[in-house]
């Protein structure tokens, strides 16, 4: 399946994806990438015209590469050689084409023989409306604490000869909604942007690791599913989830028996996010007016607009939830897409939690790692004991900083760094 690949000529994508732009009139320049680097492609747009792909999409195939610009500022990792801002192909949750964005760090220096070894990183929750995209990250960036926070640790593997690719996963920066937690959505975007990495820059390996936390947690475990099939001419050493979310369906209705609870911020995305993949998710009927009235800052902001005061967070349960209505094919749809405690990793699986996380509770994910090994999936579980007892966003997102060691140390057995 890889031949294809080989015989990729890039003049000829060059002159197709040249002739493409002109015909519907996109602001594209096609240019020769920076020196040291072989692969011709076209340059994209400057400003956030770069997210709005050529209608309709040229002909291809998923992980073709749509085009790409150099990136700098916060969301580039200062250890790269280069750092791009890319689209790329990927296949939507009803397996049509479509346009994913993100980023690519490629390290400084020769690259080694066999190519910088690569890690897609799979990020946690930021929100399903586009400005949420990390690969938006700047000074007034609405989820600046969470991508700030993780970038160093992803920094740290770009020094270690790693080449760091970060989707930012369908309808995240691109047109259409953002299917939340949609795991074999996350997936693919996931693979895809590796494929796209290698057309960009033949200088990295086919070899790969998928890394991720929280939502980004559960994208590891189901690429460790479908990555190597999906894959084509790939080959995925591993994954590693940090943090996963599982058991979805299940905490969505305990959620929602606890009605005088305070309202979860996640709960917006999720019904949101369910509906793009799953029509029969009506959201309108399982809100109350208060609900329905709060539910469009899904659009316009991040997840901290729902802990705002005034926000999301600020209500009850039964305040914005309506509990006369059927929430059986919200909870079907989890079932269906986000169950990843239903995903056979076909890979070797690094899982690492913190026991007092209060927002990817470690009594779930010890009932998937369970399941796991009860499969006889190559599984290797950390759960972490001495993370200082912050606020529990703290604890969830400081999993990935202590978890560090672990997973560089796993890493390197699986996927050695080649400088």
């Known amino acids: 399946m890889g031949s294809s690949r080989t015989l990729y000529d890039p003049s000829r994508r060059l002159a197709k994806w040249c002739l493409t732009a002109a015909l519907v009139g996109a602001l594209v320049a096609c240019s020769q990438m920076p020196a040291g680097h072989s692969t011709s492609v076209a340059e994209g747009p400057a400003g956030l015209s770069f997210y709005t792909p050529p209608s309709p999409l040229p ?43 993100g980023t690519v760090a490629v390290p400084a220096g020769t690259p080694p023989e066999g190519g910088w070894p690569v890690i897609s990183w799979t990020h946690g929750t930021t929100g399903i409306a586009d400005v949420c995209a990390p690969s938006r990250n700047g000074p007034d960036y609405p989820d600046k604490s969470y991508v700030d926070g993780i970038n160093p640790v992803l920094n740290q593997w770009v020094q270690k000869g790693y080449a760091v690719l970060k989707t930012d996963y369908q309808g995240l920066g691109t047109p259409g ?67 996963p979310a599982s058991y979805l369906a299940e905490q969505v209705a305990l959620g929602l028996k606890q009605t005088t609870a305070q309202a979860n911020a996640f709960f917006p995305l999720i019904m949101v996010g369910m509906a793009a993949s799953a029509p029969g998710v009506q959201v309108d009927k399982l809100l109350t007016p208060k609900g329905r009235e709060l539910i ?43 169950a990843t405690q239903n995903v056979r990793p076909t890979v070797p699986l690094l899982v690492l939690q913190a026991k007092n996380d209060q927002i990817v509770y470690s009594q779930f994910t010890n009932l998937m790692v369970q399941r796991f090994k ?29 978890s560090l060691p672990d997973a560089v140390k796993w890493v390197e057995q699986h996927l050695p760094p080649r400088q």
């Open 59 to 101: 002909a291809g195939r998923h992980g073709d590469l749509i085009w790409a610009r150099t990136l700098t500022g916060d969301a580039a990792m200062p250890a790269a050689g280069h750092n791009w801002l890319v689209l790329y192909r990927s296949t939507d949750t009803a397996g049509q084409p479509i346009a994913v964005s």
């Open 177 to 243: 909604v953002h299917p939340y937690l949609d795991g074999r959505s996350e997936a693919r975007s996931a693979t895809d942007i590796v494929l796209a990495a290698r057309e960009l820059d033949p200088a990295l390996s086919r070899d790969w690791i998928v890394m991720g936390h929280s939502q980004g947690g559960q994208a590891a475990i189901y690429t460790s599913e479908i990555g190597t099939a999906y894959g084509h001419g790939l080959d995925l050493k591993g994954a590693v989830g940090i943090s």
């Open 374 to 402: 009860d499969l006889g999936v190559d599984l290797h579980y950390v759960e972490y004991t001495d993370i200082p007892n912050f606020p529990a966003v703290n604890v969830h997102r400081a999993t990935v900083n202590r």
């Open 296 to 338: 469009g800052v899904v659009n316009q902001g991040c997840l901290g607009a729902f802990s705002k005061p005034g926000g999301w967070g600020s209500y009850k349960n039964d305040q914005v939830m309506n509990a006369k209505a059927d929430f059986k094919p919200l909870e079907a749809a989890l079932t269906s897409l986000s």
